[in-house]
């Protein structure tokens, strides 16, 4: 009762005229945000921050927050209708995302993705509301040894359960893991891998390899296919929406599945990204229409926004209890709390549970905010599709351009996307897939570091990996999944020796 009660006085400082007015002005700058690549919800607070030294510290959270949702919904609009991520959690959308509107279902990909993500948001919140305590307090028990773990298992689950080819799979991670090195080693501070460019010393941007490997690389791959504007068209309308809300419930154990990887992910320093990487992996392996992955299938959609949203809504937690944030964006919120005189960590839910449970009452509201803004926006973002490619071209290319350069603003970045262009095309005429190179960037640098602090706990020995029940599981289930397809063959290879018996 006491946390309903805290709930219901959240609601009452939330649902005030002027904080719901917050919310809608967030949104708004949120999916602004979210569409331009490059910018990225983590420079948008970080830039809206100065703006809120005036106001309230309940006030300026419930901003920034209801920015940061709008951001994550903004992102996936550009993942879906040109394959440019606005937003690195966006990534995974578009696999299938993209391909649904090149096929002319624009409006049903960005009604299924915004209703996915408005189902994460929603489940995440509410899992934050009534088991915050406990899973903050599991989240505490994970060493450097378990972290790498995850991350292991998340590199060995795309070798061998991706689908793809498992050793070209193998090369895109290890290249992935190799641009993630490049730049000031963390542990030791030596520069490495720069090859003489100075540029290169703060490492490689993942959103300028995105930028470039997605849409830089598709817009090269449908130059040379000469696609036609019928080819990538969009039907208008707000039937589409009715038709993906109708089809949600196919989806509810994905949903309620992503929701659950997203929560996890975002309580540990996991974070968004990493999460809807790990969503689509899993559903492409155990879905019905797993052959439909990458194709243009609605499952492909679910799955990451569901959990790219879930992670956003629960990278809030470990940071208002632990002072630990889940993600950039929780991580630039909490240096927000501490100039407004706050301090996170568990007295802040005694010392000023008009703040925390404010926020957390704000989440239900901006959320259902966002949903209902970036719905009815809808058919004018699909009708963009309706342009012939000979105009997309010349956009979408200046998107991608001004992206890369706003990350830094580097001329280097720019000519650094044009060279991932060349690398994305590459790996779609070898056929080889590039969701595990961007997923080994994301995490490399976290998996190192979480390896030689483990080794340095450990004074050298790999034993720390197997020393509880915790991280040996994890270490264990990961070396299944890496020598699955081994395994898989091997089975059949036994089954099928006594049919051959059997006719001899």
């Known amino acids: 009762m006491g946390e309903a009660n805290a709930l219901l006085h959240g609601f009452e400082v939330a649902l005030t005229f002027h904080h719901i007015a917050l919310m809608f002005a967030g949104v708004l700058i949120g999916i602004l945000v979210g569409v331009l690549p490059g910018l990225g919800a983590p420079n948008g607070v970080a830039l809206l921050l100065p703006l809120t030294f005036t106001m309230s510290p309940v006030s300026a959270i419930i901003l920034l927050s209801s920015m940061y949702w709008g951001a994550l919904f903004g992102g996936s609009t550009t993942s879906i209708l040109f394959n440019i991520p606005g937003e690195p959690s ?15 279902r624009a409006a049903e990909a960005l009604a299924t993705a915004f209703l996915a993500a408005g189902f994460g948001a929603l489940v995440g919140v509410i899992v934050v509301t009534l088991i915050a305590d406990d899973i903050a ?13 995850v991350y292991l298992l998340a590199f060995c689950a795309f070798i061998g359960m991706g689908g793809a080819d498992p050793l070209k799979t193998a090369v895109s991670v290890l290249l992935g893991l190799g641009f993630a090195a490049i730049g000031i080693d ?11 460019f100075d540029e290169l010393v703060k490492g490689v941007s993942f959103l300028v390899a995105v930028i470039g490997l997605f849409g830089i690389g598709e817009l090269l791959a449908t130059a040379e296919e000469e696609m036609k504007a019928d080819e990538v068209s969009a039907k208008l309308g707000l039937g589409a929406v009715l038709r993906a809300l109708l089809s949600m419930p196919r989806h509810i154990v994905a949903l309620l599945r992503s929701t659950a990887i997203g929560v996890w992910m975002g309580i540990t320093p996991g974070g968004p990204t990493a999460a809807s990487f790990m969503s689509y992996g899993v559903a492409r392996r155990f879905s019905r229409r797993r052959k439909n992955f990458g194709r243009g299938e609605p499952e492909g959609v679910v799955s990451p926004e569901t959990a790219d949203h879930a992670a956003g809504v629960s990278a809030l937690l470990p940071m208002l209890a632990l002072g630990v944030p889940g993600s950039a964006t929780a991580a630039v919120m909490m240096g927000g709390l501490m100039i407004w005189g706050l301090q996170p960590g568990p007295m802040l839910f005694q010392e000023r549970p008009d703040f925390v449970w404010g926020l ?20 004018i973002f699909a009708g963009i599709m309706r342009l012939p490619f000979a105009v997309l071209a010349p ?24 060279g991932f262009g060349l690398i994305g095309w590459l790996f779609k005429k070898l ?21 030689r602090q ?3 706990l450990s004074q050298g020995s790999l034993a720390i990996f197997w020393n509880n029940w915790l991280v040996a599981g994890l270490m264990a289930f990961a070396l299944v999944l890496l020598f699955f397809p081994l395994i898989q063959r091997g089975f059949a290879l036994v089954a099928t020796r006594p049919m051959k018996r059997s006719r001899a």
């Open 454 to 456: 483990s080794m340095l």
């Open 395 to 418: 956009l979408i290319l200046t998107i991608c351009l001004t992206g890369a350069w706003m990350v830094s603003g580097s001329g280097f970045d720019v000519l650094l996307a044009l």
């Open 360 to 379: 957390i009452a704000s989440i239900y509201v901006a959320n259902i905010v966002a949903l209902v803004t970036v719905l009815s926006t809808v058919p």
């Open 186 to 196: 963390t542990v030791s501070g030596e520069v490495r891998l720069t090859f003489g």
């Open 431 to 451: 056929d080889y897939p590039i969701a595990p190179l961007v997923l080994a960037m994301v995490l490399g640098d976290k998996a190192e570091d979480a390896f």
């Open 90 to 104: 966006s990534v995974a959308t578009t696999f299938d995302g993209h391909p649904m509107a090149k096929q002319g």
């Open 137 to 149: 307090m599991f989240a505490l028990r994970f060493s450097p040894a378990e972290y790498f773990a």
